[in-house]
Structure formats: structure tokens, C-alpha cells
């Protein structure tokens, strides 16, 4: 598989330290810069949070400490809903991360082949309100069924449904994992187990923070880990082409809707292999493939 460049845009959350150590433990993928977003936690709880996760995994890009609130409602964070503080428990960094500025974000934005958005667009949106663009998306968000912030709303659409309504009118190539196939992408206790004796830091950090999954405002599931397995693994999960579009009023605001078309702009994930996603994450984590 050839190299891809990827800027991983996220809001830590257990589950974004889950995708990023699937990340950093993949030789196809070159994480070029980590870029942080209100909505799990306020900005300064995910910013520490990516900072201690990239300590632990020797991962030494530049990080951009994003957008603080919404493009125009009042901020919302998943610790508003579920409760707690958000913070993973990890110790403080021995090394600070390289921060920079807006403008160094942007050169890595549009230089990544691919840009994984795994919390709510702000950043994105105030990119392509500049005119500046991704190569490509690949989002961690919505739910064409139930919701998990609302009945009808997953968390990083309603965390900022004017910034998603912006990113799906852009044209830019979308590839969208919705909470539909990532709700039941629960890791076993026999998987943690697994991690926890390996000798690598990704499967080792991981084997620590998955026993706090579900508590402290951090999901149970692994979402975010399924937009990076599916750049490493596609043939695992189905897919359907079309148009997506985001309610930003009323009660459905955050709800997504799907028009299927065969040259819509966007790809949606509408199932993973789950046995098969464990099997190849476990090994990879492992070092083993
Ligand atoms: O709904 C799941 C998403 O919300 C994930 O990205 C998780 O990290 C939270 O931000
Ligand atoms: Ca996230």
C-alpha cells in the first residue's frame, strides 16, 4: 500500500487515542499534524489530552490547538451530557508537543492526502470559509439511525451542525462513518487482556485507557479507531455513494440525511466486518502485521 499523509483532527476522548495509536502503529500511515476541537471536552481538556496521548506514543508532529466553540451556537461538549471532566487518565507529558500557529495548520491541511476528522468540522469549516481546502475527508460522524447526543443527533454533528453543513456542501471527497457502524465497535475484555501484554506502546496505552471506556464522558465504543481502519482495511467494510446534508435547526438539529446517487461526492460506511476489524487491530497494535 502506497504512503498516505494524514492530519488527524480530533477532540481526545478515549477514542481518538485509540485511532491515533492505531494510527502511529501502521507503517502505510505518516501522521503529518494532530489538530484539536472543542466538543468532547472543552479545548483546553482535549489539548492536553492529545498532548499526553502523543507523549505515550512517541509521536512527535506538530500540533494546532483549534477551534475553542462552534462557527455560531454556544458551545456543547459530550461532558455536558454524560457528565465528568473528559481528561483521560494519563500523566502529564515529559516532552511538550511542537505547537503551531493557524497558518502552519493550513500548509498541513491541504499537503495531508487524506484529513481525518474524528470530532465536530469547526476546523474544517473555518478552513474552506478561507477558501483553502482538504485533498480528501475522512469524518467520524452522524447517525442515520438513532442518535447518541440527541435521539436524532451523533455528538460531533450536534457539537457544531452549521460547521457540517459547510463541510458537505464543499464538494470535497467525503468519506463519512457514522455512528451506525461504529455503536457496536465495543473492544472485548479478552482483547484488552491481549494488549496489555504486548511490549508496544500503541497496544500498551491502549490496554489502559480501554478499561475507562464508558465513564468519565468517554464512549464505549471505539468510533474514531473505525475511520482509520478503514483507510488501513476498506475491504472490511460496505459502502453506499450519494449526497449527504445536516439539519441545523429545530429539533432533528444534527440529524443527517442521505440521498443515495452513483456520483454523489460522498462515501458512506454502512457495515465492518466486526470480527475481522478486532482480528487486524489486535495484530497491528501487536506490531505483528
Ligand atoms: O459520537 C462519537 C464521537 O463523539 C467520537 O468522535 C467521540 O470521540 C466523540 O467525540
Ligand atoms: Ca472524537
Known amino acids: 500500500m502506497k504512503e498516505i499523509r494524514l492530519l488527524l483532527d480530533c477532540d481526545p476522548g478515549l477514542d481518538d487515542a485509540v485511532a491515533l495509536a492505531l494510527a502511529m502503529a501502521s507503517p502505510e500511515l505518516v501522521v503529518t499534524g494532530i489538530s484539536t476541537v472543542a466538543a468532547n471536552a472543552p479545548i483546553g481538556v482535549v489539548t492536553s489530552n492529545a498532548e499526553a496521548v502523543m507523549d505515550r506514543l512517541g509521536c512527535r508532529c506538530p500540533?494546532?490547538?483549534?477551534?475553542?466553540r462552534p462557527l455560531i451556537i454556544a458551545a456543547r461538549h459530550s461532558t455536558d451530557i454524560w457528565g465528568g471532566d473528559g481528561r483521560l487518565p494519563l500523566e502529564a507529558p515529559h516532552k511538550p508537543a511542537t505547537r503551531?500557529?493557524?497558518?502552519?495548520?493550513?500548509?498541513?491541511?491541504?499537503?495531508?492526502?487524506?484529513?481525518?476528522?474524528?470530532?465536530?468540522?469547526?476546523?474544517?469549516?473555518?478552513?474552506?470559509?478561507?477558501?483553502?481546502?482538504?485533498?480528501?475527508?475522512?469524518?467520524m460522524g452522524g447517525a442515520l439511525g438513532r442518535g447518541?447526543?440527541?435521539?436524532?443527533?451523533?455528538?460531533?454533528?450536534?457539537?457544531?451542525?452549521?460547521?457540517?453543513?459547510?463541510?458537505?456542501?464543499?464538494?470535497?471527497?467525503?468519506?463519512?462513518?457514522?455512528?451506525?457502524?461504529?455503536?457496536?465497535?465495543?473492544?472485548?475484555?479478552d482483547m484488552i487482556a491481549r494488549l496489555a501484554q504486548s511490549a508496544s506502546a500503541p497496544a500498551r496505552l491502549c490496554s489502559e485507557l480501554l478499561p475507562h471506556a464508558g465513564s468519565n464522558a468517554h464512549p464505549s465504543a471505539i468510533h474514531d479507531a473505525a475511520v482509520i481502519a478503514a483507510l488501513l482495511w476498506p475491504e472490511l467494510f460496505s459502502r453506499r455513494r450519494g449526497t449527504l446534508i445536516v439539519t441545523t435547526t429545530g429539533i432533528e438539529e444534527g440529524r443527517i440525511?442521505?440521498?443515495?446517487?452513483?456520483?454523489?461526492?460522498?462515501?458512506?460506511?454502512?457495515?465492518?466486518?466486526?470480527?475481522?476489524?478486532?482480528?487486524?487491530?489486535?495484530?497491528?497494535?501487536?506490531?505483528?502485521?
Open 63 to 68: 500540533l494546532f490547538q483549534g477551534a475553542p
Open 100 to 139: 503551531i500557529d493557524r497558518t502552519g495548520f493550513e500548509k498541513l491541511v491541504i499537503a495531508a492526502d487524506v484529513v481525518c476528522a474524528i470530532g465536530s468540522l469547526t476546523n474544517i469549516a473555518e478552513l474552506i470559509a478561507t477558501g483553502r481546502r482538504p485533498q480528501r475527508l475522512a469524518v
Open 148 to 189: 447518541n447526543a440527541t435521539a436524532h443527533a451523533e455528538l460531533n454533528i450536534w457539537a457544531d451542525p452549521h460547521a457540517a453543513e459547510i463541510v458537505f456542501a464543499s464538494g470535497i471527497p467525503i468519506t463519512l462513518v457514522p455512528l451506525d457502524v461504529t455503536r457496536t465497535l465495543i473492544v472485548p475484555d
Open 257 to 289: 440525511s442521505f440521498a443515495p446517487e452513483r456520483d454523489g461526492p460522498h462515501e458512506v460506511l454502512t457495515d465492518v466486518v466486526h470480527d475481522g476489524l478486532f482480528r487486524h487491530m489486535l495484530r497491528r497494535l501487536h506490531g505483528e502485521d
